[in-house]
């Protein structure tokens, strides 16, 4: 039998931007390798390959364990390639995500590392930055205390009255969540956080208003925020927000009015002087009670509780019919935070000295 042979030429060389996937214990080092080439074509491949990888939590761990998070934290805030940083703060993005991921940020000290990225000509790369580090702080006392130490806080308000208005959003809830901590809290107080975000309740987008009530609301377990919220007339302006045409704006003004009317200087605010007929906030906040969305009602029976104690709104709550109908069929809703707070509420409107 002849057996025919033929004989093939040399195979062509692989190009070197290709990322050839590895498996096993290998294919996590090689990739982290491969992120580091001084060749730009093969770090920006291997980082889109990263953003990929980075969906399965086997290979995040993987990569934290071959050291991926400090390679990440100096491209996001030191290399010179735009594509670069913007891969890589996308991948960072990605690895907060994970339990893990956050854990290796944490102790990669990324908060302080990356934070000049922040200011970076690229909006995709603040972005990212942005995204992660919220990702990393949320629900975690040890995030938001990193950001803290790094001197995050002052450096949010003036983020969030200067930034493109796409990212003010990103900047407010990275603020809110260094308010958790004592030391964030009273550094944003010391850098006019109230007045920012003052500021930023009038602006025309939606996602900006949402957050700065959002924001306000937490400064406002303060007290000197209280009034340094009533001082620059944010109760004016939150009123105007509950007859917002988005629930989730006026669900935060509601939020933010029920912290500052716990004073009485909150509940004055709410009742301008010399009132003559109907007082405008009392009428909003019982239009509200038809809301449907249960944290807007909590949020407005808790401020009927607040501002019953004046004796002008009390009377024009008691007067209506509409208040005291919503009031009781509130009291026997199904939802237990409701019927709680709507018991109190329809107390404090009944109430007779």
Request: hydrophobic fraction near 45%; glycine fraction near 6%.
């Amino acid at each position: 039998m002849i057996i025919l042979h033929e004989v093939k030429g040399v195979a062509a060389a692989m190009d070197e931007k290709h990322i050839t996937p590895a498996f096993g214990v290998g294919m996590c080092p090689k990739l982290v390798g491969e992120v580091q080439s001084a060749k730009r074509a093969v770090r920006v491949n291997a980082l889109f390959v990263l953003c990929d990888e980075f969906k399965n939590p086997g290979s995040v761990l993987g990569c934290v364990e071959a050291g991926i998070v400090g390679v990440l934290n100096d491209q996001v805030s030191s290399d010179s390639d735009p594509l670069t940083r913007q891969r890589a703060s996308k991948a960072l993005e990605i690895c907060a995500r994970d339990a893990n991921g956050c854990r290796a940020m944490l102790a990669a000290n990324t908060a302080q590392v990356v934070a000049p990225a922040l200011n970076d000509d690229e909006n995709d790369v603040r972005l990212h930055v942005y995204e992660a580090l919220i990702e990393m702080s949320t629900g975690s006392i040890r995030g938001v205390r990193a950001l803290v130490a790094s001197n995050y806080p002052a450096m949010l308000v003036s983020k969030a009255a200067n930034e493109v208005v796409a990212m003010q959003p990103l900047a407010l809830k990275l603020l809110r969540n260094c308010l958790y901590d004592d030391q964030g809290l009273e550094d944003a107080l010391g850098h006019s956080a109230v007045e920012t975000c003052i500021t930023l309740l009038g602006s025309f987008d939606t996602s900006v208003r949402h957050e700065a009530a959002n924001t306000l609301s937490t400064l406002c377990f303060a007290e000197m925020a209280k009034m340094s919220a009533i001082q620059g007339d944010a109760v004016t302006v939150l009123i105007t927000l509950l007859r917002d045409s988005e629930q989730h704006v006026r669900c935060a003004a509601t939020g933010a009015l029920m912290a500052i009317t716990t004073t009485d200087e909150g509940k004055r605010a709410m009742v301008p002087p010399l009132t003559d007929g109907e007082i405008e906030s009392v009428s909003l906040l019982i239009l509200l009670l038809h809301e449907t969305h249960d944290l807007l009602i909590t949020n407005t029976l808790k401020c009927i509780s607040n501002v019953a104690v004046h004796p002008l709104a009390r009377e024009q709550m008691k007067n209506s019919k509409e208040c005291l109908e919503s009031l009781s069929q509130f009291c026997v809703s199904d939802h237990p935070l409701i019927a709680k707070h709507a018991i109190i509420a329809k107390k404090a409107v009944l109430w007779r000295p």
